[in-house]
């Protein structure tokens, strides 16, 4: 019996023991990580996420292209450090795996608001966008007129990929007229295959930025973005707040290759 006993024991223990470290662990994951500049140039590698679309970030046959793409490479330039790319489509878990460490930086175009820059810090901006209503033209939408008035989407269901930026932009707008403007996150698809689901028909309305959305429209002659939905708004890239020297780092090179005729050729593939 004593021996049962102190063999219980020692397996309460044991799993007491295993139960702690495996919440210390978990708490240390989704801690903080405090890794500027001089760490990641000692270990020689930059961390970078980015997500997939046809404009930044894209697989053509067996290439990889994109303007997001071709600026880091152009950026590579300017120093030593390997860039390492990783791919999610969600940005809520790209801001996660920039505060757990996975990542140093978020390579992808976001709307630089106030709200964001409480927790992340954002780069020179890379370029001037602005959110667009992408819906069908009259001739293909059963003779219905496309929205001009933002009074209009009352009621209306707008659908956006999963952790959207536009959506605080979306739910300003319902304030700002005073009515219910109803979003669906999508978690499978991004802007530009909403899009597509729009000209089929499957949904009427989706939103994204007029870069995009002009790219979109010269494929698809059945979508109208002619109706804004915000004003003009800068874009940067993202990294940890706690990384001040990384920061001034990417502007520097930011700055550099914004003065050069690469810059414009990239904006020009890209944002005719």
């Known amino acids: 019996m ?41 270990k020689g590698i930059l961390h970078i996420v980015t997500d997939l679309n046809p404009i930044g970030y ?15 490479q152009a950026l590579q330039t300017y120093t030593n ?22 990542y140093d930086l978020i390579a992808r175009n976001i ?9 992340y810090s954002f780069t020179e901006a890379i370029l001037n966008n602005r959110l667009v209503l992408v819906q069908r033209k009259a001739e293909f939408n059963n003779g219905i007129e496309p ?7 009352s009621h209306k269901t707008l659908y956006v990929p999963k952790d959207s930026p536009s959506i605080l932009r979306l739910q300003n ?7 219910s403007i109803f979003i669906v996150e ?25 870069k995009t959305a002009e790219s979109l429209s010269a494929k698809i002659p059945e979508l109208d973005i002619k109706t804004d939905i ?12 706690n990384s001040p020297i990384l920061l001034d780092s990417l502007n520097t090179w930011i700055k550099k290759i914004k003065t050069t005729q690469e810059y414009q050729n990239i904006l020009k593939r890209y944002y005719k």
């Not at 929205?147 to 989407?153: A, F, P, T, V, Y």
């Not at 707008?173 to 009515?179: K, T």
């Not at 915000?230 to 707040?241: I, L, Q, Y």
Request: charged share 20%; proline share 2%.
């Open 58 to 72: 894209f697989v053509s046959s067996d290439t990889i292209a994109g303007s997001n793409y071709e600026l880091l």
């Open 147 to 153: 929205i001009r008035n933002h009074l209009d989407l």
């Open 2 to 42: 004593k021996s049962k006993k102190r063999f219980g024991i020692i397996s309460g223990t044991i799993i007491a023991a295993i139960v702690i470290i495996v919440y210390i662990i978990v708490q240390y994951n989704k801690a903080p990580v405090n890794r500027d500049f001089p760490e990641i140039e000692k």
């Open 111 to 119: 709307p630089i608001n106030s709200n964001l820059r409480n927790e």
């Open 230 to 241: 915000g004003f003009t708004h800068f874009e940067g890239w993202a990294v940890r707040a």
């Open 173 to 179: 707008l319902s304030h700002e007229i005073g009515d």
């Open 186 to 210: 999508n978690e499978t698809y991004q802007a530009n295959q909403l899009a597509y689901m729009v000209a089929a028909g499957e949904i009427d309305y989706t939103v994204c930025d007029v």
């Open 81 to 102: 450090i390997s860039f390492q790319i990783s791919v999610e489509n969600s940005l809520e878990k790209s801001f996660e795996g920039l505060k757990t460490g996975k």
